[in-house]
């Protein structure tokens, strides 16, 4: 059994978010796919309103467009806000147990457990090893921040590997 205890804070989950694509959970190209899609179907209601005569109709469109345009990418969380969430994270100490039947995780009072076969794809960002489970969660190990008494992270990335679960290598640094 692999025993690892560490704490994790706001920087931690910044880096995890940044992972995800933070944002509603895109990551940048999917971002740009996006803002793609929305610029051709306001030129396409531009156009549709040029060969079909229908101006209001198109235009109409192309404001509803433009406005989810600006709302959706656009306008920034104030710092005020970032700030409050970031704040409202308190470092917590973690504790994972891990064994041939998974990943036991203890987090204060509560004890959260994932089998081998849930945990979908895992990646290093950072200082952080993240596995993502297939009920989208994230569990996030902080390698520089583990005590002295807990495994070494090479025994479980090299697990992670033997169990052959994908690694997201595009993220490493």
């Known amino acids: ?20 694509g933070a944002g509603g959970l895109e990551t940048e190209s999917q971002r740009l796919k996006r803002l793609s899609i929305i610029a051709v179907l306001i030129l396409a209601s ?6 079909l005569e229908e101006p209001n109709m198109a235009l109409a469109l192309s404001l509803i467009l433009i406005f989810f345009f600006v709302v959706t990418y656009l306008m920034p969380v104030g710092p005020d806000v970032k700030h409050a969430i970031r704040h409202a994270l308190k470092p917590t100490s973690i504790v994972l147990h891990v064994d041939d039947s998974g990943i036991e995780e203890r987090d204060g009072g509560v004890t959260s457990t994932a089998t ?9 960002r950072d200082n952080l090893l993240i596995a993502i489970l297939e009920t989208g969660q994230g569990l996030i190990v902080v390698k520089d921040k583990l005590t002295d008494d807990s495994s070494p992270i090479e025994s479980l990335l090299d697990l992670l590997r033997t169990k052959q679960i994908p690694e997201d290598k595009d993220t490493q640094s």
């Open 46 to 51: 531009l156009a549709v309103s040029f060969f």
């Open 116 to 124: 081998w076969e849930s945990i979908v794809r895992f990646a290093i």
């Open 1 to 20: 059994m692999l025993l690892y205890r560490y704490e994790i804070d706001h920087e931690d989950f910044d880096t995890y978010y940044q992972y995800l």
